[in-house]
């Protein structure tokens, strides 16, 4: 009788549909999926997983990874890994794949510039002139993006798409990044997180969340910005001291902000975000397109197969393990 491999599919019920497709499409394969929607039920299955795809909503840390002798990688279905501990992953020998597909990327660029369109030309503030029946304003409120100077701090393959679809727009591009600007077109440059700040009429955050960026907009970096600028996060919520944006936000120093990057989801009712009346806030999905999800699926059900086969994912993220880690796996 053939191996069965155990396989878990772990994050919150927003997930279930998407899973429900990837079980579908592995079962042809000598293996079994077990859904896992809480830490408890994670924590109780991992002894026995080959593979774990797990989500943002759950953390899979080194506690996880050494409970299965079996383990052979750790995927995420998304292009985030920060649920996943790396350094133990690469302590332990396990592949970490991503599902960083064209198609993510793709509808996290769009979105972003809908957000930019969408704050400078007032479309919420319009709309509910329109629904509360009340006459027009005598003066218009939007604004042209052509002109402006747009911040993008972090620069990676969704700030590039940002700005390739900016490109006849007219506009500045300012980029903030850790790394050398590798990236060359007209109108963008790289310069310092301040002078970003002191710059820009639009920031767009694109960086990944690490323990040196949490908070990295915070109340002093707040009052850093021009008066009135656009304030968009299609990232990670935490990359933003809450607390401080409410505040710069009733203060003046923030003219709007667009957030699809919002921690918890659903938003508390209580949240002081609610209270910005003039504030854009989606539920970290403007981005999911259903061509993205479709390819969530099959770049999933497809790293998984080449895992059990002995072969990295699509996507990785530590290739630097991939020979070793095919002597250890590769015919078993």
């Not at 591009?173 to 790289?190: F, Q, T």
């Not at 002093?220 to 910005?225: P, W």
Request: proline content about 6%; some cysteine; glycine content about 8%.
């Amino acid at each position: 009788m053939p191996e069965r491999f155990q396989i878990l599919l772990v994050g919150s019920a927003y997930l279930d549909e998407r899973y429900r497709r990837v079980a579908e499409g592995l079962a042809d394969e000598p293996c079994d999926t077990r859904r896992c929607r809480t830490a408890a039920e994670f924590a109780a299955a991992a002894g026995e997983a080959d593979v774990i795809l797990v989500d943002r909503h759950l953390m899979c840390g080194r506690d996880i990874m050494e409970k299965s002798p079996h383990l052979r990688a750790v995927i995420s279905p998304i292009a985030g890994i920060e649920q996943i501990d790396l350094k133990a992953a690469n302590a332990l020998g396990l592949i970490v794949g991503r599902g960083q597909t064209p198609e993510n990327t793709q509808g996290m660029a769009e979105c972003t510039v809908l957000l930019m369109l969408a704050a400078i030309y007032d479309l919420h503030g319009l709309e509910t002139v329109l629904r509360s029946g009340v006459a027009r304003p005598t003066w218009p409120p939007g604004r042209l993006l052509k002109g402006k100077t747009i911040g993008l701090i972090g620069f990676g393959k969704i700030a590039r798409g940002v700005c390739e679809r900016l490109a006849p727009w007219g506009v500045t591009i300012k980029v903030a990044s850790r790394y050398p600007l590798d990236y060359s077109a007209p109108g963008v440059s790289a310069c310092s997180l301040d002078e970003l700040l002191a710059t820009s009429d639009i920031i767009s955050l694109h960086t990944t969340l690490r323990p040196d960026t949490r908070h990295l907009i915070n109340a002093e970096r707040l009052r850093q910005m021009k008066r009135g600028v656009i304030l968009i996060n299609t990232s990670r919520a935490a990359l933003i001291d809450e607390a401080a944006l409410v505040a710069a936000v009733k203060e003046g120093i923030v003219g709007k902000v667009a957030l699809d990057a919002l921690d918890p989801v659903p938003l508390p009712a209580a949240s002081p975000l609610r209270e910005l009346s003039d504030a854009i806030l989606t539920p970290h999905m403007l981005g999911h397109t259903q061509e993205g999800a479709l390819n969530f699926v099959a770049t999933a059900i497809e790293s998984i197969r080449r895992v059990l086969r002995g072969e990295p994912p699509v996507y990785m993220c530590n290739p630097e393990l991939v020979e070793d880690w095919r002597k250890r796996w590769s015919g078993r």
